[in-house]
């Protein structure tokens, strides 16, 4: 059983990961900025955070507390473009503004702007503990033995059986059967586990420059590939390997919405409760 915050951000969320579904896969992290309605320049964070479970951190530049303020009021404007201006902004801008964030969800008694604010820190959170965590190579291949010269010891390599369009692999020019002996000059290890060499990969995020040491046609040759992200196509569905790295990115950030969006303040007595609250299947 997963527990997400509310029925309507779980079915909300698989309805914005199937338009997903339809986009092409992306390469390298982008330079996101946001700009609030007063026209202050917010800068958001270009590099995945290290932490999975983001601390709340007053924000004590006045002229910053202003602008994201601004942006949060932005949440309840009767214009619908507003509205999503300031949801977008936010989401980029979500590790900043979570003191708001929480504050403006335990008080606010407009229904919607609570669930605007669930939607963007569900999208935000899987965004930052799973999309932007693991990098994407785009290939397929079958584990065979290799040996580095004759009668010497047999490990296995990945050899290339195709070539996805449009990734990473394909702008390194990795080629059918290409033999991948190595990534950043350190042997592959046993891939008698057909999800060893994934796993090779996954422990870099999306924009990583690697060394992939390779054998085409006799020949030792080392290409370097900027790893892009994972095709949203190629997760949402249970069958595919990495969808358990994204049920418990969805674990996670359960545990951590509510411990710091439904929990009580320390300095209130009352408990807080939460109607909205719903346990999903996940069969």
């Given at each position: ?208 420059k690697i060394r992939i040491t390779i054998v ?68």
């Amino acid at each position: 059983m997963l527990r997400r915050p509310s029925k309507s951000v779980a079915v909300q969320t698989l309805a914005w990961l199937a338009l997903a579904a339809c986009l092409p896969a992306e390469g390298v992290i982008p330079e996101a900025r946001a700009q609030d309605p007063a026209g202050a320049n917010l800068r958001t964070d270009d590099a995945p955070p290290a932490s999975l479970d983001p601390e709340l951190r007053p924000v004590t530049d006045p002229r910053r507390r202003q602008a994201l303020e601004n942006l949060i009021e932005q949440l309840a404007s009767p214009s619908f473009d507003r509205r999503e201006q300031a949801s977008n902004s936010l989401r980029r801008l979500w590790r900043e503004a979570l003191p708001l964030l929480v504050e403006e969800y335990r008080t606010a008694g407009d229904l919607e702007v609570r669930q605007r604010i669930e939607q963007l820190v569900f999208e935000a959170y899987i965004e930052n503990a799973f999309w932007d965590r693991y990098g994407f190579l785009g290939i397929r291949h079958a584990a065979v033995p290799f040996q580095d010269r004759p009668g010497g010891p047999t490990r296995y390599a990945a050899r290339v059986s195709e070539v996805v369009s449009g990734t990473a692999a394909e702008v390194a020019n990795l080629q059918l059967d290409d033999l991948i002996i190595a990534f950043n000059d350190e042997p592959l290890p046993v891939l008698t586990d057909p999800q060893a060499f994934g796993e090779c990969i996954r422990k870099f995020p999306p924009g990583t420059k690697i060394r992939i040491t390779i054998v085409r046609r006799n020949e030792l040759q080392v290409v370097s590939a900027t790893l892009g992200r994972w095709p949203r196509q190629q997760v949402v569905s249970p069958g595919q390997p990495v969808y358990s790295l994204l049920e418990e990115a969805n674990h996670q950030f359960a545990a951590w919405w509510t411990r710091n969006f439904e929990a009580p303040p320390p300095s209130s007595a009352a408990p807080m409760t939460s109607s909205k609250a719903a346990e999903v299947s996940t069969d």
